[in-house]
């Protein structure tokens, strides 16, 4: 039978099957839910064939079996290590700081209200007694330190000085004050300025060197004898060149002349000692000596050979804070402004006298040259040379 044509005399055309979507499979489009109506399942439209996912691929820079490259060891440059060993010095210095800060003994010396008006610069009360506290009978005898309880007894000031730091670009003072001068004492008439120590402490001596010389004391530092001589020896002896043959008849001590580093008990005696050929003005020359060592202590202290040597900074640190008195008011920034100031006397860049005396007993003032020289120093003005008494 022939094929039946459509009413218009057209050929039938062949329908595209319609896509039905199957229940439960993928989403692919070659997936069987839109696989063409009246074809068998496991047939697909012509075409290439789906790009199946493969297996995972390691990350970049690491090896197919999964293990982790070695890890490179940072180098330390120069800045790093040099930033490093500086935060370790600064970490050290604030620890000194506070020990310090919290260590030092500390009195009540400028507490009283009745003190002269302000003037220029700074002045430092520091004073060297023969306080023996923390000295056994055997260290006593071998530093020399003579009768507790001589001079009717109680402390008594073998050094009294005034160190004036400036505000201006004039030379710091370190200025003696002989220990037999004859001075008023409030409360108790006129006697020797160290009696003013033995009498009232602290307090009544920085009083009485304030009316006697009309200047404002800011700051007040003691050392007793044995601090003194366990400082020297923290930092291994204190050079000194030794003019004469010293010998002090009172105490026995002897130094020989020439260069030499004096220990503690040798240094207690070149400062202590009036009594000997070595030193005939007698006080004058003491204090003399006094300034002079002082000069090359400060020196020794601060030196690179003291503070980058533990076993001479260490002994140091341990010993300054029993060896040390300061006013309460004081603190250590106080104490460094001090050293600083005072490192030219060996130098010459710190002016060294003593008050101007009538005589070689240096009891009594010379009322002009005194006042030329305290003057000078409240206005922070250099000092005449007819008021420098060496």
Request: charged share 20%; aromatic share 6%; proline share 10%.
């Amino acid at each position: 039978m022939p094929p039946q044509r459509p009413p218009s005399g057209r050929p039938r055309q062949h329908q595209p099957a319609q896509m039905m979507p199957l229940p439960g499979r993928g989403s692919s489009p070659y997936d069987e839910r839109t696989r063409p109506m009246g074809t068998r399942g496991d047939e697909r439209p012509a075409g290439p064939p789906p790009r199946r996912p493969g297996p995972p691929q390691p990350p970049l820079g690491r090896p197919a079996d999964g293990a982790r490259p070695p890890r490179r060891r940072k180098r330390w440059g120069f800045g790093k290590v040099l930033l490093t060993l500086l935060t370790v010095f600064v970490v050290f210095l604030a620890g000194v700081w506070v020990y310090l800060e919290f260590s030092i003994n500390r009195v009540d010396a400028l507490g009283y209200s009745d003190h002269p008006a302000a003037a220029e610069g700074t002045n430092w009360l520091i004073v060297g007694s023969d306080s023996r506290d923390g000295l056994t009978p055997e260290e006593q005898e071998k530093l020399v330190t003579g009768d507790s309880k001589a001079a009717g007894g109680g402390r008594r000031t073998d050094t009294i000085m005034i160190a004036h730091v400036p505000d201006n670009s004039t030379k710091p003072t370190l200025l003696s004050l002989p220990r037999d001068s004859q001075v008023k004492i409030p409360g108790h008439g006129t006697n020797k300025i160290n009696a003013a120590f033995s009498i009232g402490g602290p307090a009544l001596l920085a009083q009485t060197v304030e009316g006697a010389t009309g200047l404002r004391i800011d700051h007040y530092a003691e050392i007793g004898f044995g601090g003194f001589a366990k400082i020297v020896d923290a930092i291994g002896g204190v050079h000194m060149c030794v003019d004469k043959p010293m010998e002090d008849t009172l105490t026995g001590i002897k130094i020989e002349p020439g260069c030499q580093d004096l220990q503690g008990p040798q240094a207690l005696g070149f400062v202590r000692m009036r009594h000997s050929a070595a030193t005939p003005r007698s006080d004058l020359d003491r204090v003399a000596n006094q300034r002079k060592f002082i000069g090359a202590l400060v020196s020794e202290i601060g030196s690179p050979g003291t503070l980058l040597n533990p076993f001479s900074l260490f002994p140091l640190l341990s010993t300054a804070p029993d060896a040390l008195t300061m006013d309460s008011g004081d603190h250590v920034h106080n104490l460094v402004g001090l050293a600083l100031a005072m490192r030219g006397i060996s130098s010459g860049g710190v002016v060294t006298t003593t008050v101007p005396v009538t005589n070689g007993s240096a009891e009594n003032w010379d009322k002009t040259k005194s006042k030329l020289l305290f003057d000078a120093l409240k206005n922070d003005t250099e000092i005449p040379d007819s008021a420098i008494l060496t």
